[in-house]
């Protein structure tokens, strides 16, 4: 199983990037993907997460109106469109993934995925 992550890079201060995750191995159609980022010295945070079974999605409320999570029709790939970067953006960014569905409370916690993908950097330099 591999969730390979791509996209990430260095971008000016408002500036758009779209990072992609596909995955291969297994499908992950009835469960949920997501992403995470971490920050140099700090925890790992939810950033989205799309729930492929039930077809919902949700972004974190300090990303709403800048981030957008969304899928491809094979439920093979997750995409995040990220716009209006700021310097705090600047962290690797992971895709995870679970091939169960749950309450979306609880995919925001990144232990109850079992699935990663390698990170990718994204920097937001002003």
């Known amino acids: 199983v591999q969730l390979q992550a791509s996209g990430g890079g260095l971008v000016q201060v408002g500036g758009s990037l779209r990072l992609s995750c596909a995955a291969s191995g297994r499908t992950f159609s009835n469960g949920v993907m997501a992403w995470f980022r971490q920050a140099p010295g700090k925890e790992r945070e939810s950033v989205a997460h799309?729930?492929?079974?039930?077809?919902?999605?949700s972004v974190a409320n300090s990303m709403k109106g800048r981030f957008t999570i969304s899928k491809n029709a094979a439920k093979t790939t997750v995409y995040l469109q990220m716009n209006s970067l700021k310097p705090e953006d600047t962290a690797v960014y992971y895709c995870a993934a679970r091939t169960s569905d749950l309450i979306t409370g609880l995919l925001r916690d990144p232990r109850r995925y079992d699935y990663w993908g390698q990170g990718t950097l994204v920097t937001v330099s002003s």
């Open positions: 799309f729930r492929l079974s039930r077809g919902d999605s």
